[in-house]
């Protein structure tokens, strides 16, 4: 093995013990404090989460609601600055890497030929579009379809088993970027062969704000285990957060070269 590859193994697999650890902590938490894994004592909780990890914080609505968004850009920044260090076909794969991730986000989060997979997964395991007051008209099936089409409908999801998005998105984007941007970067800034000043401040930077965005995700990881989910959708969004990184990086298809 490449030692430079041996090393962004380690640095990407203490990454994923990093965010393993910090979601049994999280939940180790709420159940000391609630004594109870229920639906209604992960509600209460979440009622009662300080700013920081409320939904409407603007960690959560500028920072994990769009937490691709944020990933995407640190990842072409890194990519740009490697590029004068690195061979054309690698960066056309790393782009092919990035394209296949955002594409996975996408059919469990945002769209798959309709409803994304958490969705469908929801409404398959007896989930369903609750009216949020008593005297409001009942739900049509279409409302069910979707999370957002039920909210904009007047309506919440309720009963099935709702897979923790953030968990999932937030270890996704985490792996993602401990390959993509901080172990290259890395790599390429201990390389004495590309010593130019200004490409050297600049890669040392986009290393900075990618590593300081890897500890927000961190910290968001926490507070979801914390203060929202029970343990099986914790479970979920932790395995399907790790699945696209297992296959394509550890297994070798289309790994870094």
């Known amino acids: 093995m490449h030692p430079n590859t041996s090393a962004r193994s380690r640095a990407a697999s203490l990454l994923l013990a990093l965010l393993l650890g910090v979601i049994a902590v999280g ?14 004592a992960q509600s209460s909780l979440a009622g009662a989460a300080p700013w920081w ?3 409407r914080s603007v960690l959560n609505t ?50 798959f030929f309709g ?45 099935g088993h709702d897979v923790s998005g953030h968990c999932f998105l937030l ?6 970027l401990a390959e993509e941007a901080v172990a290259p970067l890395l790599a390429v800034l201990s390389d004495r062969r590309h010593t130019l000043p200004a490409l050297t401040t600049a890669r ?32 979920s969004g932790t395995v399907l957060g790790v699945a696209y990184w297992a296959a394509l990086y550890r297994s070798g298809v289309l790994g870094p070269a």
Do not use: N
Not at 81 to 109: D, F, G, K, N
Not at 115 to 134: E, H, I, M, W, Y
Not at 137 to 145: F, G, I, L, P, Y
Not at 171 to 176: E, G, K, V
């Open 204 to 235: 040392r930077a986009a290393l900075a704000a990618t590593l300081g965005l890897v500890g927000v995700w961190v910290f968001m990881l926490y507070a979801t285990a914390r203060y929202f989910h029970g343990i099986h959708e914790l479970l």
């Open 115 to 159: 409803p994304p997979l958490f969705d469908r997964v929801f409404v398959r395991t007896g989930g369903s579009c609750l009216p949020t007051a008593p005297d409001a008209a009942t739900m049509t099936s279409a409302s069910v379809a979707s999370l957002q089409a039920c909210r904009a409908a007047g309506g919440r999801w309720a009963g």
């Open 27 to 40: 939940f180790a938490q709420s159940l000391i404090t609630h004594s109870s894994s229920s639906i209604a």
């Open 53 to 55: 990890a409320a939904k």
């Open 171 to 176: 270890i996704h984007s985490a792996l993602f």
């Open 62 to 111: 500028h920072g994990a609601k769009v937490a691709w968004g944020w990933t995407s850009a640190l990842f072409a920044a890194a990519a740009a600055v490697r590029a004068p260090a690195r061979a054309p076909s690698a960066t056309a794969a790393a782009a092919l890497r990035y394209v296949l991730a955002t594409l996975y986000w996408v059919a469990m989060a945002r769209w």
